[in-house]
């Protein structure tokens, strides 16, 4: 278990700490973008590798039991979080990694932007959420908990990247568009046009999640169906 809180600590340390502050900034001054991308990429690889192996190395500890009502709920969660995580990343954003230049044209909150503009990170927060809610064991509540608060503030951390790189253009973008799903959309400062989602993306996302539940049991000994 002192692995794994090690290696959650590591993990979300580097993002909460580096990613988006103005030691990122330091950091790109001297090795510049792409060498800070390649050093962070591979720092948040071996996190990766460093939480998965410990979690699998960890002794089981009961914490709560599963509750069987909540596996609709669970697996409702998990469908959702796939369309945002697919849609998210087949939908160029400004918030995405070298996007910058969408702040630039007309309209750069379209499709899933509308709903928010970190809809990746929040497709990872469904997913955590509902395995914090179906495993009831210390060592999946560290892991998918570290993951689930991870997602929860990488958002804040993106914006504040993003306001000092792009100042006046991605204030612009902000007003019209909210980190919290549909919190635009409920304030009047966008509309939701399902239209600009496109057909395949949400069936693509629909697919693999389904491909997800077929190998879920054989990848991991446990059916995720609430049968």
Not at 59 to 87: G, H, K, M, S
Not at 178 to 203: C, K, Q, Y
Request: with cysteine.
């Amino acid at each position: 278990m002192l692995s794994l809180l090690a290696a959650a600590f590591f993990f979300v340390g580097i993002h909460l700490f580096i990613a988006g502050t103005r030691a990122r900034d330091a950091i790109v001054a001297r090795i510049g973008e792409q060498g800070f991308l390649g050093a962070f990429s591979l720092a948040s690889l071996v996190g990766i590798v460093w939480l998965c192996l410990a979690y699998s190395n960890a002794t089981p500890a009961a914490l709560y039991a599963e509750v069987p009502a909540l596996r609709w709920l669970v697996l409702a969660l998990v469908f959702i979080a796939f369309q945002f995580v697919v849609i998210g990343l087949t939908t160029p954003s400004p918030t995405a990694t070298g996007g910058g230049n969408k702040l630039a044209e007309g309209l750069p909150a379209t499709g899933i932007l509308r709903i928010t503009r970190h809809p990746f990170l929040w497709g990872v927060a469904l997913w955590a959420l509902a395995h914090v809610i179906q495993n009831g064991e210390a060592a999946a509540l560290v892991l998918f908990g570290s993951v689930l608060f991870l997602a929860l503030v990488g958002p804040y951390s993106i914006d504040a990247k993003r306001l000092r790189k792009f100042g006046v253009e991605w204030e612009q973008f902000t007003r019209v568009t909210s980190n919290v799903p549909f919190g635009a959309i409920a304030t009047g400062r966008n509309e939701l046009r399902l239209g600009e989602l496109g057909w395949w993306r949400p069936l693509v996302a629909s697919v693999l999640f389904g491909i997800a539940l077929g190998v879920h049991g054989w990848l991991f000994g446990v059916s995720p169906l609430p049968l």
